[in-house]
């Protein structure tokens, strides 16, 4: 049974997984958007509206958290000095999923994530 199981495995190991969000993350914060499929998108929001509202506080700590999470300072940065201070008067919501059309090759719901 898969109680209190939430978590999308995409069919890889934990380091996997976390290297795929990662490389997501970064691929939103370079471009503003990307497309990806659905369950990759639904899965991404939650990850990175959490390090955005970690990285509105500016702390040292919280910077270091973010390194921590996103593997490299100038992620890090990039989030802290760019995305952050955008959305310092919101409350929360600072992606938006837009679905797309199936992918012509698998049939794979893809979709549209980016920043608000």
């Given at each position: 049974m898969r109680h209190h199981n939430v978590n999308r495995k995409f069919g890889r190991e934990t380091d996997q997984r976390?290297?795929?969000?990662?490389?997501?993350?970064e691929g939103l914060l370079t471009h503003g958007r990307i497309t990806t499929?659905?369950?990759?998108?639904?899965?991404?929001?939650p990850y990175i509206e959490k390090l955005i509202t970690t990285g509105r506080k500016g702390t040292l700590a919280?910077?270091?958290?973010l390194i921590a999470q996103l593997g490299t300072v100038a992620r890090a940065m990039k989030?802290?000095?760019?995305?952050?201070?955008?959305?310092?008067?919101?409350?929360?919501?600072y992606t938006?999923?837009?679905?797309?059309p199936?992918?012509?090759?698998?049939?794979?719901?893809?979709?549209?994530?980016?920043?608000?």
């Open positions: 976390r290297a795929l969000l990662r490389s997501l993350t499929t659905e369950a990759k998108a639904k899965e991404l929001r919280s910077t270091r958290f989030l802290t000095r760019d995305v952050a201070p955008k959305y310092t008067e919101r409350k929360g919501g938006r999923i837009i679905k797309l199936k992918r012509t090759i698998d049939g794979s719901p893809m979709a549209l994530i980016e920043f608000v």
